[in-house]
């Protein structure tokens, strides 16, 4: 039987078939490395401020499900500071200014946010803590940050936020100096306009409403 002598030669060409094929793969793989650094750009912004919330890096609060240790008889002050976003027609103020409180203890605080518009208006709240130093011993065990809030014309509402400072901080050579922490929200029209102005690369993440046992009857939305 005569063989055919070009049929080794023949598995040697490149085929117009395999061209396209060829192509097709290299165009994927581009595909494939721009999916992969969108979504490395996508992730960044969370990715930053679980990095924050895990170290207290950038004066973003410790967030976590642990329990508070209770008391050791030492205290520190805790002051409460609010402002708005020039954008949003809300007057927003804490209860309370600053209060005196036990380390190592539960604690319930309340904000309270009033549209001055006529007409329904949405913000969306950012929290941060100063000193950046003392952050990591600040645990928000929930509050009412990263949700949209809408509040009706001329509406009036509270917000609770539940906390708790860790007793490490009277012991730590870098905290111990400290007396007073601020825990500043701040309300913004929308998530974009917080990301403008800087404030939610250092902005602590959401972490729940607080348990509505832990909220007094007496605290009313009118």
Known sequence: MRSDGNSGRGSNRSTPGGTRRGNRLIAAGFVGVALF??????????????FCAATGFGGT?????AAAPGGTGQTIKVRFNADTNPGLPWKFK???????????????????AQNLARTPVTGMALYNVT?????????????????????????????????WVDPKIATDPGTRDV?????????????????????????????????????PQDAKTN
């Open 179 to 215: 007396r007073n922490i601020t825990l500043s929200y701040t309300f913004y029209p929308s998530m974009q306009d917080a990301e403008k102005s800087g404030a939610l690369a250092k902005a602590g993440p959401h972490i729940g409403p607080v348990p509505s046992d832990r909220v």
């Open 94 to 112: 804490p209860e309370r200014t600053e209060v005196t409180l036990p380390l190592g203890e539960d604690q319930l605080a309340f904000y309270t």
């Open 37 to 50: 650094m969108g979504g490395l750009s996508f992730a960044a912004i969370p990715l930053y401020r679980l």
């Open 131 to 163: 000193p950046e130093k003392a952050a990591k011993y600040f645990h928000k065990t929930a509050c009412f940050c990263f949700d949209r809030q809408t509040l009706e014309g001329g509406q009036t509402m509270e917000f609770p936020v539940s906390y």
């Open 61 to 65: 609060p410790k967030i976590g499900l």
